[in-house]
């Protein structure tokens, strides 16, 4: 079972990505994460991402238990 999810916006990227737990998000709802940025959400959620330009990179990895 997923215990948390960390995102990175790749540092190379050109905009911004935005983060959201539904499939709803856009760039108004979503959690901003510039070039090189990274967050942890602690949680088994599904995570959505949109950009807000095309050719944008976002690495995603997991801790399970």
């Known amino acids: 079972t997923r215990q948390s999810i960390g995102v990175k916006a790749d540092p190379l990227n050109t905009g911004t ?4 737990s539904d499939g709803s998000v856009t760039t108004s709802t979503g959690w901003p994460l510039a070039a090189g940025e990274s967050h942890v959400f602690e ?10 330009a095309s050719g944008q990179t976002l690495h995603v990895f997991e801790e399970k238990s």
Request: aromatic share 8%.
């Open 17 to 20: 990505i935005y983060i959201a």
């Open 43 to 52: 949680t088994t959620a599904r995570i959505d991402a949109i950009a807000s």
